[in-house]
């Protein structure tokens, strides 16, 4: 059973950062793990997405060079480091994870597998 909890939300200024983490548990051989986004009244978005077979990351246009997706050495724990953050990136942000993969990175249909959200507000 797979069980993914996130942490590290929380309220910053414009320009300001943040680090998102995401402890997960439960065993599966080859996976993909992503962090998404709802700001309030749109829909859920992918946000970055990391491939452990590959070890490649992907990153939506709007975050590119700005945030990091990137897992710790022991395997256990996924991070997005967000910095230069702006108000349009507030959002409530969930961790994502899935065993099988096979659909587009940025679709929520591809995540079996789903965290309780942690928020992020910008302030300007």
């Excluded at 439960?26 to 997405?49: D, H, I």
């Excluded at 997706?69 to 480091?81: F, M, P, V, W």
């Excluded at 994502?96 to 302030?123: E, H, I, L, R």
Aim: glycine content about 12%.
């Amino acid at each position: 059973h797979v069980q993914l909890v996130e942490s590290g939300g929380g309220s910053v200024q414009a320009g300001g950062s943040l680090r998102l983490s995401c402890a997960y548990s439960g065993y599966y051989s080859r996976y993909c793990m992503g962090w998404f986004r709802q700001a309030p009244g749109k829909e859920r978005e992918g946000v970055a997405v990391f491939y452990t077979a590959t070890r490649r990351p992907y990153y939506i246009e709007a975050v590119k060079g700005r945030f990091t997706i990137s897992r710790d050495a022991a395997g256990n724990t996924l991070h997005l480091e967000m910095n230069s953050l702006k108000p349009e990136d507030t959002a409530v942000y969930y961790c994502a994870a899935d065993n099988k993969c096979g659909g587009p990175w940025y679709a929520q249909k591809t995540f079996n597998y789903w965290g309780q959200g942690t928020q992020v507000t910008v302030s300007s």
